[in-house]
């Protein structure tokens, strides 16, 4: 048998990595730690810095029986909705982008990539404008399609390189298997670019999730619960532990989706970017 | 099973030219080689025929099918690519059977496993049919390439270099197994490679392709006996053919004296050869020799003279290249217990019966001085 030892010097070396690394998760941790705290604080303890405080479930009793359900549930709607639309608008864009040689290729890429580049403040007083008039105003419709300026440069980018990736003998050698385009891309393609797929879907879902300008603006009754977490704020008083309850209900989709796929999420995102 | 005529195909990549006017007619069963160096073109012609590539003019009919407007899927051919194609996703297995399950070719499940596991023992991969194809090697990559293809019935094989990359003890076992099964399944099959001992011994005709461009169809022995050019027949054979320029000193019936390498030298040649280099304008032809019709004399007096200039041992046979007095380069293939010392002085004979003659102005063939293939390699 042989034993392996390990050097003093490699035991140190593992545990000074370990502490930096727990430092690190700490850090990258703790403002969602005190979101948890506050949001089971009752409010005359709020501003204690101190962790010694009596808990209480108020707070969440208080924002789940008031309507921040109903604005949830419109965040989900739109967010869902507009990832939806972004994943069959743009995957076959994110093909056509990567496979077809056509004039302004690189230009339409590009441009659909600007569309992330400006401030959503800088475009939303003639968007206002414009939905008033076109009846989009505090429409899901609306909403759903403003939020593809957020989600379809992404999702397009970010698959983009993974067809990239196929080579296109691949997608010949299955039509010459016997398969039609259509087969060829829904049983070949797809199943490759899945990682990309996934980790594409999630960025665009948080992304829309958290989307605050536009629907700040251009939505009332259908409001997201990103908005509505604004009121607790009122100029009298100031409900931390309300905001705070209501942002932890609001972070919980976005954390059980990237549990649910974290498999394909680190192989998403580390895959495309690596040329083989 | 069918037969497949090429008619006029034209393919350019913007203006780079990928094949020119390519016509071909193969009959049905035959097994074609295409034989090119790298970019010559073989590839495309491939694709061409497959519909992955569509031409800018031309035509190509399989059997009695007019197959320009058809979609590769509907074509009804088999191809096996360079680059193996095969799906990452997927086990050896799947791989194989991926295309049994098509709607196009579907087999019963069954007949389908049969035929994976018969073909994938006859390449040597049964043992692997459960890994992914991300574990295999690129050897076995490409006997896996080969097997989706072979599990089918398609009127026509295409093959593009499947044997390429193989290591060489394995590609001649393959290349024993393919012969075989040719002449077991009698599929109609066009062969790319750039191996011309691939192709000689594969083919029932070889076509040589460059730039684009067919230089010449024929049975094997045509190809490397009576090349249509100088590049065909600088293309066949390692070491390279001798290709020198010869001016034609004596015209006469019977024996022709040629100036070449920088020496007198009288070559006997058939009656007919000697009046059709008469009949020639020019004076001066290209001569072209191979490397294992040049002897090196030991008496160190008759024949041509020249300088060792290098000497690589290949085990049973050794390459000698000679500088000779004329100032070209000559490649002389000699026994392998023969050792030469470089800068020592040679000198050699070239066979009569072994010479080929082409124009010296745009490289065509004219004539061998031997009249047969047999004549040459027996007399």
């Known amino acids: 048998m042989i034993q392996r030892t390990r050097s003093p010097l490699a035991v140190i070396g593992k545990t000074i990595q370990m502490i930096l690394l727990l430092a690190y998760a700490l850090f990258a941790l703790f403002p969602l730690l005190w979101m948890v705290i506050m949001s089971i604080k009752p409010d005359s303890q709020m501003l204690t810095t101190t962790f010694i405080f009596t808990p209480t479930l108020e707070n969440y009793g208080t924002v789940l029986h008031s309507d921040y359900t109903r604005f949830f549930f419109n965040n989900l709607i739109v967010s869902v909705a507009a990832v939806l639309v972004s994943l069959v608008v743009g995957v076959p864009a994110a093909y056509a982008l990567a496979r077809f040689q056509f004039k302004l290729k690189e230009d339409i890429a590009f441009t659909i990539l600007s569309f992330r580049f400006a401030p959503e403040i800088l475009v939303i007083l003639p968007l206002y404008l414009i939905y008033q008039r076109l009846g989009l105003y505090d429409t899901y419709l609306g909403l759903i399609w403003v939020y593809q300026l957020i989600t379809l440069p992404l999702l397009i980018w970010i698959l983009r390189g993974f067809f990239e990736d196929i080579s296109p003998d691949i997608e010949a050698a299955a039509q010459l298997d016997g398969y039609s385009w259509w087969r060829v891309f829904l049983q070949v393609l797809l199943p490759l670019v899945k990682p990309g797929l996934v980790a594409a879907g999630l960025l665009c879902f948080i992304f829309a999730w958290n989307a605050f300008t536009f629907p700040l603006l251009l939505a009332n009754n259908v409001q997201t619960s990103t908005v509505i977490a604004l009121r607790y704020l009122a100029s009298d008083t100031v409900h931390y532990g309300q905001v705070a309850a209501a942002a932890a209900i609001s972070a919980l989709p976005e954390v059980i989706l990237a549990l649910l796929i974290q498999k394909h999420l680190v192989r998403g995102l580390s895959f495309g970017a690596v040329k083989g | ?379």
């Open chain 2, 1 to 379: 099973m069918a037969s497949l005529q090429l008619t006029g195909l034209t393919k350019f990549y913007g203006k780079r030219r990928g094949v020119e006017n390519v016509s071909l007619d193969i009959p049905d069963q035959e097994f074609l080689t295409v034989f090119g160096p790298a970019g010559a073109g073989k590839t495309t012609t491939l694709n061409l025929i497959a519909g992955i590539v569509t031409p800018n003019q031309g035509s190509v009919r399989i059997g009695t099918r007019v197959v320009d407007s058809l979609e590769p899927a509907d074509r009804n051919v088999a191809m096996v690519f360079e680059s193996y194609a095969l799906y990452p996703q997927l086990t050896v297995y799947q791989n194989m059977v991926f295309p049994l399950k098509s709607p196009k070719h579907r087999l019963p499940a069954q007949e389908a496993e049969r035929r994976v596991h018969h073909f994938a023992g006859m390449l040597k991969i049964d043992h692997l049919l459960n890994r992914p194809i991300q574990a295999l090697s690129n050897g076995q990559r490409q006997r896996t390439a080969l097997g989706r293809a072979l599990v089918r019935q398609p009127d026509l094989f295409l093959m593009d270099e499947p044997l390429s990359h193989l290591d060489a003890k394995l590609r001649h076992s393959m290349r024993a197994e393919l012969k075989e099964m040719r002449d077991q399944l009698g599929t109609t099959t066009i062969y790319v490679t750039h191996d011309y001992l691939e192709a000689m011994s594969l083919g029932d005709r070889v076509a040589v392709i460059n730039h684009g461009q067919i230089l010449q169809l024929g049975a094997p022995d045509e190809v490397y006996f009576r090349p249509a050019t100088v590049e065909v027949a600088q293309l066949f054979g390692d070491p390279e053919i001798n290709i020198v320029e010869a001016k034609i000193q004596r015209k006469h019936r019977e024996a022709i004296r040629l100036q070449m390498l920088g020496e007198d030298w009288s070559a006997s040649v058939p009656e007919d050869i000697g009046r059709m280099l008469d009949a020639l304008s020019s004076d001066t032809i290209q001569v072209g020799f191979r490397p294992a019709d040049v002897e090196i004399a030991a008496d160190g007096k008759t024949g041509f003279h020249g300088v060792v200039y290098s000497f690589e041992p290949l085990g049973t046979k050794s390459v000698l290249t000679i500088d000779s007095v004329g100032g070209q380069r000559v490649r002389a293939l000699v026994d392998g217990h023969r050792t030469f010392q470089v800068d020592r002085r040679v000198n050699f004979s070239v066979s009569t019966r072994a010479l080929i003659f082409f124009d010296r102005d745009n490289a065509r063939y004219l004539a061998r001085s031997s009249q047969t293939e047999e004549e040459y390699s027996h007399g």
